[in-house]
T-cell receptor, first 115, second 112 residues
């Protein structure tokens, strides 16, 4: 299994507060992704990164920002959390080193509840 | 745009029954196709994949064949076990370094 950790694993927060989720990998994969999983929607891409400091938006990026200052870390920030952002968030990685590989490997997920 | 449609569950089977979960896709070009499995409270695990037409992916007794003529990638297993109870996701990758496009998932429940 790919070495991917997410923190925190569970979080409860209040509407309007900032929240940062962390994804850490030990595989030196080039690409990193943030998805959210919601009932009836499968997984949808929020943002992704194709290298250090290189990021782009996904399908559901409104209300989210990301940063990647090191190969191994990809941060997802909710600037002002809303109840619609209650979800399970998954980080994924692909592309060992500089070689493109399509297969994505997923972290264990973070359950976020916004009250 | 690209999309994946898979049969909605739940699918309920008895142990040792035959399993089929249908998956069809819409994509331009030649996507790679994947099946992922999610056990309760866990992340997604890659189950199998196929990268070109007529390829067969297989793992842990599960199989799926990339059928370009029918734009399908149906998941099959000859004899399911209780431990196979999980949510199964079909997905496609249309281009390097872009999102996987997922179906909505199919819940499988196997009883002994």
């Amino acid at each position: 299994d790919a070495g991917i950790t997410q923190s925190p694993r569970h979080k409860v927060t209040e509407t309007g507060t900032p929240v940062t989720l962390r994804c850490h990998q030990t595989e030196n994969h080039r690409y990193m992704y943030w998805y959210r999983q919601d009932p009836g929607h499968g997984l949808r891409l929020i943002h992704y990164s194709y290298g250090v400091k290189d990021t782009d938006k996904g399908e559901v990026s409104d209300g989210y920002s990301v940063s990647r200052s090191k190969t191994e870390d990809f941060l997802l920030t909710l600037e002002s959390a809303t109840s619609s952002q209650t979800s399970v968030y998954f980080c994924a990685i692909s592309g060992a080193g500089s070689v493109y590989q399509e297969t994505q490997y997923f972290g264990p997920g973070t359950r976020l509840l916004v009250l | 745009g690209n999309s994946v449609t898979q049969m909605e569950g739940p699918v309920t089977l008895s142990e040792e029954a035959f399993l089929t979960i249908n998956c069809t896709y819409t994509a331009t070009g030649y996507p790679s196709l994947f099946w992922y499995v999610q056990y309760p409270g866990e992340g997604l695990q890659l189950l199998l994949k196929a990268t070109k037409a007529d390829d067969k992916g297989s793992n842990k007794g599960f199989e799926a064949t990339y059928r370009k003529e029918t734009t399908s990638f149906h998941l099959e297993k000859g004899s399911v076990q209780v431990s196979d109870s999980a949510v199964y996701f079909c997905a496609l990758s249309a281009q390097a370094g872009t999102a996987l496009i997922f179906g909505k998932g199919t819940t499988l429940s196997v009883s002994s």
